[in-house]
């Protein structure tokens, strides 16, 4: 059937686009259109009367306002019916050599003096610009709507600053809506569109946080609902990447290349942590993982437990994605050491610098972590290793948390050979383990005898220090004496040796005061015994004594017999003082 679009002369030309057929009439049509003139005039039959117009732009709608154009008939250009008119004048050469005003005139006045003043109509024909490749390319059309949307989201930011005061005294959710109300409106663009917009508003000056914000939103209206079923499948089959996953590969990876500088606090580290999962879940390139995780390494004593739990989607692989949290970790603890060799000053060295005062809290999240995880039957001991060593001794003031998750892995693999739990078992420091640990640790079974031994020795020489009122002034004394810069060693040596010993020595004052707190702890519990006992005629040597026990190695109602059947009887004893409950059985 074809179609007429005048239909009270009888027409004489037939023009086929896309399989649908327009019987139309010659003059009015070489009269506007080059490329209609130039085929009339090359076929062999003066007379022709059937062309055909390959790949035109916009297919037969298009075609049809072009020629309701050149009938001279009335229809309103619009932001979605502007650009595949430009490129169906630009295809059919309708340009001012044929006639004044002609189609490629009107398209651009519309552009120029309308689309492009307006960030939503802007927004709109590049839209439409999607289906209209490479002939809107070579028009101009996408390029000059990326920098009018770009330029306009300018303007609104100058405008927001007016805004902002007028908006200070309402509700931030009205704020909040009055400042960025164009970040939904990019939310529709394809991103390669969306790549160059927002490539452009950094070149011209939006600021940051604008720009962060509107990559979260873009990254929620593109991703969601992409793998779900994968995360917690236990078969974990991977399915056939299709059209659709990789087109959430390529979202991801040019959204985290967009993402501003890496230090850049404006970006929440729920974001980061959700492009990473989405990243592992699409298989997104290395590089774009590596630099996830690099950012998450600026500000990972900022993170939480629920945010390093990453799911792992490999097959016979651990619950959790290990690995990932391990290299945040080494680029977090590069950027400590860089930072340290840029200092030149004692005043920022030792545990009150901000680099130390991060390590610590990354030690305590690194331990709550390695207890977390441990329970996974399918956790390798290498890996669990690599993340207890890596951190290095001064990250941790107490081991109490990493006594734990040591103490939680051995639970839940019971068929680790004994060299395994001695190799596991070497990372804890038997004298940074508080009183409470101390005597878990001295009644667990599942630990090495030789680990059991070393407790009970630094346990005693901890009760004989706290009779005789030794504080450890030897200790610091020699670590005092040991830290005098060496004349064999060069400047930069001794400077870094005595920032080890600096922080060696605030890092025993910290032990010390846990100490000190634990043995005040004790005092009013034998100050109390003394007051309870004194009234039934116990003199103070009793009640001494008896408080004396209370910060004995063993807990039991006879010391002396506990020591020889306290490991066993542990099991079937059920009724064991402060020890159980520290007790993560």
């Not at 179609?3 to 086929?16: L, P």
Request: with cysteine.
């Amino acid at each position: 059937m074809k179609t007429r679009i005048f239909s009270d002369v009888a027409g004489d030309i037939t023009i086929a686009v896309d399989g649908e057929s327009f019987l139309l009439h010659k003059f009015p049509l070489v009269s506007r259109s080059g490329k209609i003139r130039k085929m009339v005039a090359d076929g062999k039959d003066s007379n022709i009367s059937k062309l055909e117009l390959l790949n035109f732009p916009g297919g037969p709608q298009t075609f049809e306002l072009a020629m309701k154009f050149c009938y001279g008939m009335n229809f309103e250009i619009t932001t979605t019916n502007v650009a595949p008119l430009r490129c169906a004048a630009e295809y059919l050469e309708m340009t001012e050599d044929y006639r004044e005003e002609n189609l490629i005139a009107r398209t651009e006045v519309y552009l120029n003096e309308v689309a492009v003043l307006s960030l939503e109509k802007s927004v709109e024909v590049l839209c439409t610009c999607e289906t209209l490749c490479p002939i809107a390319e070579e028009v101009g059309i996408p390029n000059r709507c990326v920098e009018a949307i770009a330029m306009n989201a300018c303007k609104e930011q100058l405008v927001s600053g007016l805004s902002r005061l007028d908006c200070d005294g309402e509700s931030t959710e009205l704020k909040s809506g009055c400042l960025e109300w164009w970040i939904e409106d990019l939310s529709v663009l394809r991103i390669d569109y969306y790549q160059k917009v927002i490539c452009a508003m950094g070149r011209i000056g939006v600021r940051p946080n604008s720009i962060v914000e509107s990559l979260i939103y873009y990254a929620q209206a593109s991703l969601k609902g992409i793998g779900k079923c994968q995360i917690w499948n236990p078969v974990r089959m991977k399915p056939n990447p299709g059209m659709a996953e990789n087109d959430q590969k390529t979202i991801v990876e040019i959204l985290v290349n967009l993402l501003p500088t890496e230090k850049s606090s404006s970006i929440p580290l729920s974001f980061l942590f959700g492009m990473l999962r989405m990243a592992i879940m699409v298989e997104a390139t290395i590089a774009c993982r590596f630099d996830l995780e690099r950012r998450i390494a600026f500000r990972l004593e900022m993170v939480s437990l629920d945010d390093l739990l990453i799911p792992s989607l490999r097959t016979g692989d651990s619950l959790f994605d290990v690995d990932s949290v391990h290299r945040i970790l080494v680029n977090f603890l590069q950027q400590i050491e860089d930072e340290e060799n840029e200092d030149c000053g004692y005043e920022s060295d030792g545990l009150g610098s901000l680099g130390h005062c991060s390590l610590l809290k990354v030690g305590q999240l690194i331990d709550t972590y390695l207890a977390e995880i441990a329970p996974d039957p399918y956790l390798n001991l290498q890996k669990f290793i690599a993340m207890i060593e890596i951190l290095p001794d001064y990250s941790r003031v107490i081991d109490d948390g990493l006594y734990r998750a040591i103490d939680i892995y051995l639970k839940a693999h019971p068929m680790l050979s004994d060299y395994e739990c001695k190799k596991l078992c070497k990372f804890i420091n038997c004298q940074k383990l508080s009183q409470e640990a101390s005597n878990h640790a001295a009644q667990n079974e599942r630990l090495p005898v030789q680990m059991a031994v070393r407790v009970l020795y630094f346990e005693q020489l901890r009760l004989k220090n706290a009779l005789s009122g030794s504080s450890g002034d030897g200790f610091l004394s020699q670590k005092i004496s040991s830290g005098v810069p060496s004349a064999a060693m060069s400047p930069r040596d001794n400077y870094a040796s005595l920032r080890r010993e600096n922080r060696e020595l605030k890092l025993e004052i910290s032990r010390m005061r846990v100490r000190l707190s634990e043995l005040e702890k004790e005092q009013m519990f034998m100050k109390q015994g003394m007051l309870d006992k004194s009234g039934n005629g116990k003199t103070f040597l009793t009640s001494l004594s008896k408080g004396i026990g209370r910060i004995g190695i063993f807990s039991g109602p006879a010391g002396g017999k506990r020591q020889k059947s306290g490991r066993k009887s542990r099991g079937s004893d059920g009724k064991t003082g402060r020890s159980r409950r520290y007790s993560v059985s």
